[in-house]
């Protein structure tokens, strides 16, 4: 492991560094997602069996367990590796008007992956109506409105989506596949 900072050369690649140990690939929100995930599930198990002391002892412990699950799975998504795989692909998609170009379909792809890796245990028809409204904070200067932009964001969620179901059991998405 080295100490030296990412070159400017090599710091888009590597954008998501661990903040601790500077890995590459790092996601935080997932691991905080998962942290009070699994404190919530783990203390509601142990707080009925043990009363008020098993639930915060359970909670700390279920915080590490689901930090730990969400940092799995939010580690599974290399927003750097997505973005390029979209900017290749995004003409090739229904739903893309070719009077339009990557730097307006290119925010909508994002916002499905920031969604998914925070809301990665639910659908996305689930959470469309709040992405919905939460379009126009992320949208930058893209030109879509939600619409139009759903369906990209819909289509890099569910990208995600089977890519970690592949690599997890269950259905994590709790889509019936």
């Known amino acids: 492991m080295t100490n030296e900072r990412p070159t400017a050369k090599n710091e888009r690649r590597d ?7 500077g ?5 935080p929100v997932g691991t905080g997602v998962g942290a009070v995930a699994g404190g919530v599930a783990a203390g509601a198990a142990v707080g009925t069996a043990a009363g008020p002391v098993g ?3 359970g909670a700390a412990v279920g915080a590490v367990v689901g930090g730990l699950a969400g940092k799995g799975i939010a580690e599974m998504i290399d ?17 893309a008007d ?3 170009s990557y730097d307006d379909y290119g925010p909508a792809y994002r916002y ?3 969604s998914y890796t925070q809301y990665y245990d639910r659908n996305f028809d689930e959470m469309e109506p709040d992405l919905g409204r939460g379009w126009d ?7 879509l409105t ?8 819909k289509d890099s969620w569910r990208r995600l989506s089977d890519k970690v179901e592949r690599a997890t059991p269950g259905d994590s998405d709790h889509d019936g596949k």
Do not use: F, M
Not at 15 to 21: E, L, M, W
Not at 79 to 95: G, H, L, Q, V
């Open 15 to 21: 954008s998501n560094r661990d903040p601790i140990t």
């Open 23 to 27: 890995a590459p690939g790092s996601h």
């Open 55 to 57: 639930t915060a002892i």
């Open 79 to 95: 927003p750097t590796k997505e973005d390029e795989y979209w900017r290749d692909n995004y003409a090739s998609r229904s739903y």
């Open 98 to 100: 070719p009077s339009l």
């Open 112 to 114: 499905g992956v920031d």
């Open 137 to 143: 904070n992320a949208k930058g200067s893209s030109r």
């Open 146 to 153: 939600w619409d139009r932009a759903k369906e990209a964001t």
